[in-house]
C-alpha cells in the first residue's frame, strides 16, 4: 500500500508517467480492488502504443475484473503487434509471446470462445522447442504453455469426447505434461461413466506426480480434485466434498501467477459435477465462490443460474441468468450452457 500511494502520487502529478502506470497495473493485479487500476490500464496502452508488454498489460487487469470481452481485446492487440517484432528480427525472444497468448486462451475460455482458444492454442504449437527447452523443466516454453492451453480449453469447456479421442490432446514425453494429459482424461473417464478407466488414469497421473521436477503444488491439487471427482459420479458425497474442499483451498492459497497456474478453479469443477449429479445447493455455493474468483465469468454466472432454478429460487435466477448472458455475449452459440439458458428465458416464469 506505500507503493501504490508513492505512485499515485506520482501519477497525480503528471498522468503522462508511463512507468507509474506500468507498475500500478502490477500493484492491483491479484488483489481484491482491480478496478483502481482501470485508469492505468487505459493510460499506459495510449502511451506507449508500439511496445508489446504495454498493450498486454491491461489485459492483466481486465481478465480479473467484469471486463472479460477487454481482456481478450488487450491481448489481441498485444499479439498483433508481437507478430510484426517477431517477423522483423529473427533474435527477438519469443517468450512474452507465449506468455502473452497464454492469457488470451485464459480470457478467451472465460469469455465462452473455445474455438478461437484452439486456434491460438495451435498458434503456440507452430513454436516447437529448442534442444535446450526440450531437455529442461522449463513449464513456460512457448509450446508447453500451448499444451497447458490446450488442457484446460478442453476441460473448461468439457469437450470429453475430444479430450478421449486419442488425437486432441497429444502424447508428450514429460511427466508435467503427461499429468495434464491424465486428468484431463481421467475427468472424461469419470464424466461419461467409465469409473474403472478414471481409477486406473488417477494412478498413471499419481506415478506421473512423483516423477515431476518443477512445481508440484498444481498437479497435486489436480490429482486430488480428480479423486473428488470420481468419488462424487459414483455417489459417495461426504469423501468427494472433503477432498474438493481440500483441493480448492490449496489452490486458492497458491501465490498469484499470471495467468493461473491451475487450469481453471477448482470451486468451478465441483459446481460442474455437483449439479450433474444434483446436488443444487452445493453448486450453487461452488458457483459463488467461482464467481468471487473470476468476476464476469458467464459460466459461473449461468452454472448458478441453473443451480437457483432448480431449488425454486426463479426470480434470483432470472437476474443471474441475464448477467451470465451478457458475459457470453460474444460466446460460441452452441455451448450447453447459452442453449440452456435461451431456453430458459424463453419459458414462461411461474409466480412466486
Known sequence: MEAIALLEEVVAKDDSQFGAHHYLIHAYEGSKMPEKAWHANQRYAGLVTNIPHALHMP????????????????????????????????????????????????????????????????????????????????????????????????????????????????????????????????????????????????????????????????????????????????GDRKKAYELYTKAAGREAAMLYTEPPAYPRPVVEGLGNVATAIGDYAMAEKAYRESLGREPGSGRAYLGLANALDHQGKSAEASTVRAKGLKAWSNADANLPQLQSARTATAAPQPQQ
Open 59 to 234: 489485459g492483466h487487469i481486465y481478465a480479473q475484473s467484469d471486463k472479460i470481452q477487454e481482456a481478450i481485446s488487450a491481448f489481441s492487440a498485444a499479439a498483433a503487434n508481437e507478430q510484426k517484432w517477431l517477423a522483423s528480427d529473427s533474435l527477438y525472444p519469443n517468450g512474452h509471446y507465449g506468455h502473452n497468448v497464454h492469457f488470451l486462451i485464459h480470457a478467451l475460455n472465460l469469455g465462452g470462445r473455445y474455438d478461437d482458444s484452439l486456434k491460438w492454442v495451435q498458434d503456440l504449437f507452430t513454436y516447437k522447442e529448442n534442444p535446450r527447452e526440450r531437455g529442461s523443466n522449463n513449464q513456460r516454453t512457448v509450446w508447453r504453455q500451448g499444451y497447458f492451453g490446450l488442457i484446460k480449453s478442453t476441460v473448461r469447456f468439457e469437450k470429453w469426447n475430444e479430450i478421449l479421442d486419442g488425437k486432441t490432446i497429444p502424447v508428450y514425453d514429460k511427466p508435467e505434461q503427461q499429468a495434464w494429459r491424465h486428468w484431463a482424461i481421467g475427468l472424461a473417464y469419470s464424466a461419461t461413466g467409465q469409473p474403472d478407466k478414471a481409477k486406473a488414469t488417477l494412478a498413471d497421473m499419481q506415478k506421473d506426480l512423483d516423477a515431476v521436477t518443477s512445481a508440484k503444488e498444481p498437479i497435486g491439487i489436480a490429482l486430488q480434485e480428480l479423486e473428488a471427482t470420481i468419488a462424487a459420479r459414483a
